[in-house]
C-alpha cells in the first residue's frame, strides 16, 4: 500500500454505536480499501457541532477507546485528527474556571476579552461592551449577523463581552446564566501556547500522524484587519503551530474555505503544507452534469505543474463547497450547478456579511448527482485518479441519500446532519452487497495497491470533448482511465 493511498472519513459513531464497529470493516470487508483514517472530533469530549466544540481533548470513551485506535495502527492505517486552534467550547475548564472565579481567574485572558482588545478604538455602549468605530470593522469578516460578543456574567454580577465567532447560546438555570458556545482563544496568552503543546502531545499519543487545522484563519486577530486570515499573522501561527507538530512527527492539513481567485490555496501549497481540494467537488459535478472535463482537466494540470500536494474529497461531514469555486468556474456556472442541488434536495448555506453570499449546499453526493448509481461510480473513478490523497466520505462509499428525518430531527440550523445518518453495521453490512458500493471498493483497492499512484510518479490528463483521459506511472507501472463523460462510462488499463 502506498502512502498516499485513501482515506476514511466518518464519525466514531457512523457505523454502529462506536468506534469497534467500523475497525472491524476495515478489518474484514473493507481491507485493503485505505491507507488511513480521517476521524472526526467527536472522538474527544465535546458539546455541540458534533465535536467541533471540544470540551478536552480525552478520548470520549462512549464513542471509541485506545485499543481501537491500536488496532487500526496495527493495520498499517495513518491516523488523522482535528485540532482546533480557534476556540473552545464554553464548557470547557478553562471557560468554566472563568465563569467560577471572573477577574481572579487565571484564564481570564485564555479567551478574549473583547473590550481589552478594542480599547481606544470604539465608544463604550449601554449594554457594557465596546463599539468599534466603523473604520476598523468596516472590512471585518463575520459568520453571524452583528458583532462577535458572549456577555459573560462573572461571580459578583458584572457582565463582561468576550469574543465569540461561531455558535453561542444562553439561558437562566436557577437564578444563573449558563452557557453554550464556541470560545475564541486568545493566541496571545502564554497559557494558550502551553494548552496547544498539551493537546499535541495527547492528540501524538492517539497515534496520529495528520493533523487537521480546523478554523485555523480565524486565531489571529488585530485592530482594523480582516479577522479572517489576517497576513502575515496567518502564515506565523502555522509557523509557530507547525514547529510544535514537527516535534511530535505530526504533518499539518491547514483547513480553509476561500475562493479560487484569492488565491489562498497557492499560498498554502507554496510553503510547503498539504492542500485541502475543496475544488474538486464542485468541479466533478460540473464535469458529470455538462459532460466537459475540460475545466476539471485544467485543474488538474495547475495542482501538478505547481507541485501542489493535495488531499482531496467529493463529499463530507460538511456541505459541498461553493465559495471555493469563485474565479475557477463562471458565476453563472455555479449558480447552475446549486439550483441543480437544491432542485435534487439539498439546502444552500449562506455566508452573513454585508450582503449575503452563498457557502456550501448541505446534501449527501450520491443525491446532488440525482441518486444515479452511474454518476456516483464515475465521479469515485475521477476522484482517484485526480492528483492528491482520495478522502472518502463513508457515506458516500455506501450509496446514501439524503436524509431528512436526520435532519428533522437536529432541528433549526440542522442541515448539516442530511449528510451525516448514523447507520446500524447491520444496515452497513446490507449495502455492501451493492454493485455501487462493491465497485467502489475495487477502485478503493486498486488505488491503494497500484505501484503506479505511488508518490513520485508521473501524471498526465487529456481532454477532448467528452473524453478525459488521467494516467500515472511510475517506474515502469503505468495505468489509465478514460472517462465517457457522455455515456457516463469509464475503462481502466494497466501495464
Not at 48 to 75: H, K, Q, T, W
Not at 323 to 331: C, H, Q
Not at 371 to 391: C, N, S, T, V
Request: aromatic share 10%; net charge negative.
Amino acid at each position: 500500500m502506498n502512502q498516499n493511498g485513501p482515506m476514511l472519513n466518518a464519525y466514531p459513531d457512523s457505523i454502529g454505536s462506536c468506534l469497534e464497529e467500523t475497525v472491524s470493516l476495515l478489518e474484514e470487508e473493507w481491507k485493503g480499501a485505505f491507507k488511513s483514517f480521517y476521524l472526526l472530533p467527536s472522538l474527544y469530549h465535546s458539546d455541540l457541532d458534533r465535536g467541533f466544540c471540544v470540551v478536552d481533548y480525552d478520548i470520549n470513551e462512549d464513542l471509541a477507546s485506545r485499543s481501537d485506535l491500536r488496532r487500526m495502527r496495527d493495520m498499517g492505517l495513518d491516523l488523522k485528527l482535528d485540532f482546533i486552534l480557534n476556540h473552545a467550547s464554553a464548557m470547557s475548564p478553562q471557560f468554566q474556571d472563568l465563569l467560577a472565579r471572573g477577574r481572579e481567574s487565571e484564564y481570564r485572558d485564555f479567551f478574549i476579552d473583547w473590550n481589552e482588545f478594542w480599547k481606544g478604538c470604539g465608544s463604550m455602549t449601554k449594554e457594557g461592551y465596546i463599539q468599534p468605530e466603523d473604520k476598523y470593522i468596516r472590512d471585518m469578516f463575520f459568520r453571524k449577523p452583528g458583532l462577535p460578543i458572549l456577555m459573560v456574567q462573572f461571580p459578583d454580577q458584572s457582565m463582561h463581552p468576550y469574543w465569540n465567532t461561531f455558535y453561542q447560546k444562553v439561558w437562566e438555570e436557577n437564578g444563573k446564566k449558563r452557557y453554550q458556545g464556541q470560545m475564541d482563544l486568545n493566541i496571545r496568552s502564554p497559557k494558550v501556547w502551553d494548552f496547544y503543546e498539551e493537546v499535541l502531545d495527547k492528540i501524538a499519543s492517539y497515534g496520529a500522524s495528520i493533523l487537521r487545522l480546523d478554523a485555523f484563519a480565524y486565531a489571529p486577530k488585530a485592530v482594523g484587519k480582516k479577522n479572517f486570515l489576517n497576513e502575515p499573522e496567518t502564515w506565523d501561527l502555522l509557523e509557530r503551530v507547525h514547529g510544535l507538530a514537527k516535534r511530535r512527527d505530526l504533518r499539518l492539513l491547514p483547513e480553509i474555505h476561500a475562493s479560487y481567485e484569492e488565491g489562498i490555496y497557492r499560498k498554502i501549497g507554496e510553503r510547503g503544507y498539504m492542500v485541502y481540494d475543496f475544488f474538486l467537488p464542485g468541479l466533478v459535478i460540473d464535469a458529470i452534469e455538462s459532460g466537459d472535463g475540460g475545466r476539471l482537466a485544467a485543474w488538474a494540470e495547475e495542482v501538478t505543474e505547481r507541485g501542489i500536494s493535495l488531499v482531496n474529497m467529493l463529499g463530507c461531514h460538511d456541505g459541498i463547497p461553493m465559495l471555493d469555486l469563485k474565479g475557477l468556474l463562471p458565476e453563472r456556472r455555479i449558480q447552475d450547478l446549486i439550483d441543480l442541488m437544491v432542485k435534487r434536495g439539498g439546502y444552500v448555506k449562506n455566508l452573513h456579511g454585508a450582503r449575503n453570499i452563498y457557502y456550501q449546499v448541505n446534501t449527501s453526493y450520491y443525491s446532488a448527482l440525482g441518486e444515479d448509481d452511474r454518476k456516483m461510480l464515475m465521479a469515485r473513478a475521477l476522484q482517484i485518479f485526480m492528483p492528491g490523497k482520495p478522502q472518502v466520505w463513508y457515506l458516500d462509499l455506501l450509496g446514501g441519500a439524503n436524509d431528512y428525518e436526520a435532519m428533522k430531527r437536529a432541528g433549526e440550523g440542522g442541515h448539516k446532519e442530511i449528510n451525516r445518518s448514523n447507520l446500524t453495521a447491520r444496515e452497513a453490512r446490507h449495502r455492501m452487497e451493492l454493485p455501487l458500493v462493491k465497485e467502489q471498493l475495487r477502485l478503493l483497492r486498486l488505488r491503494n495497491e497500484h505501484p503506479a499512484f505511488e508518490e513520485g510518479n508521473h501524471f498526465k490528463v487529456r481532454s477532448e470533448g467528452h473524453i478525459l483521459t488521467l494516467s500515472h506511472e511510475r517506474d515502469g507501472a503505468k495505468i489509465c482511465l478514460r472517462a465517457d463523460l457522455a455515456q457516463m462510462d469509464y475503462r481502466i488499463t494497466e501495464a
